[in-house]
């Protein structure tokens, strides 16, 4: 499938206003803006699994489309909801549990680069990533 790879974050934009939107604190979010994030993902029908590897840690995340499972960010924000695909974009609706705000992730591949759209209380930031 398109999603599938590794993927290393290239760069970032409006990365910083987002997560301080989200009350993440001055030291976290610099420490996120220098993960030297990398994703490899695997699809196997309607089930993914994402390997997260960065500097702060390592995880595998597997989820099914449209069903509920929970999240955690680096940052210890949790989260529940579910991903669906959408055309060519994997689209997640997420509730935090801690104010039950929205967080919508849309992965989209554009060209060579997969890009991580997250949208918060009317931020939007992105992270763009390249195929390794």
Request: aromatic share 8%; proline share 0%.
């Amino acid at each position: 499938m398109a999603f599938d790879g590794s993927w290393k974050v290239d760069r970032n934009e409006n990365y910083d206003k987002i997560m301080e939107k989200m009350g993440i604190n001055v030291l976290k979010r610099k420490v996120a803006a220098h993960d030297n994030l990398k994703l490899t993902i695997r699809q196997e029908g309607n089930k993914f699994t994402i390997k997260e590897s960065c500097r702060i840690r390592t995880i595998d995340v597997v989820f099914e489309l449209g069903v509920n499972f929970n999240y955690t960010l680096a940052d210890g924000t949790e989260l529940s909801g579910s991903v669906s695909l959408e055309g060519n974009k994997l689209t997640g609706k997420f509730k935090r549990v801690d104010n039950g705000k929205d967080l919508i992730v849309v992965r989209e591949i554009s060209g060579d680069e997969l890009i991580l759209t997250y949208i918060y209380e009317g931020v939007e930031a992105k992270r763009i990533f390249k195929k390794e």
